[in-house]
Nanobody
Framework: QVQLEESGGGLVQAGGSLRLSCAAPGRTLSRYALAWVRQAPGKERELAAAISRGDGTTLYADSVKGRFTISRDNNKNTVSLQMNSVKPENTAVYYC????????????????WGQGTQVTVSS
């Protein structure tokens, strides 16, 4: 079992920036593919961004391309999501997810989940 702990959520104005982080105490995150999954009110969970194990190949939902950046810091054993030019429709609970596979391409690939952190974008 991999415990994932998100941080960095909060309230931000539209057009602003926010950075989410995820850590896994006692685990080496470099051994996992990682992702940020979000769930907006009344909607299903959506894969927002993912980064592969090893070469760090990234994947983004079309709606966040060019605005969100997923990155991993193997020295700090964390994965982050830099959110720029946020929009009210980005309001959601953001979950960190992990898989021992090389890549996460969809929600079914996610084996481990954090508790989530709330991001609220005001207009």
């Amino acid at each position: 079992q991999v415990q994932l702990e998100e941080s960095g959520g909060g309230l931000v104005q539209a057009g602003g920036s926010l950075r989410l982080s995820c850590a896994a105490p006692g685990r080496t995150l470099s051994r996992y593919a990682l992702a940020w999954v979000r769930q907006a009110p009344g909607k299903e969970r959506e894969l927002a961004a993912a980064i592969s194990r090893g070469d760090g190949t990234t994947l983004y939902a079309d709606s966040v391309k060019g605005r969100f950046t997923i990155s991993r810091d193997n020295n700090k054993n964390t994965v982050s999501l830099q959110m720029n030019s946020v929009k009210p429709e980005n309001t959601a609970v953001y979950y960190c997810a992990a898989s021992p596979q090389y890549r996460i391409l969809n929600l079914r690939d996610c084996d481990y989940w954090g508790q989530g952190t709330q991001v609220t974008v005001s207009s």
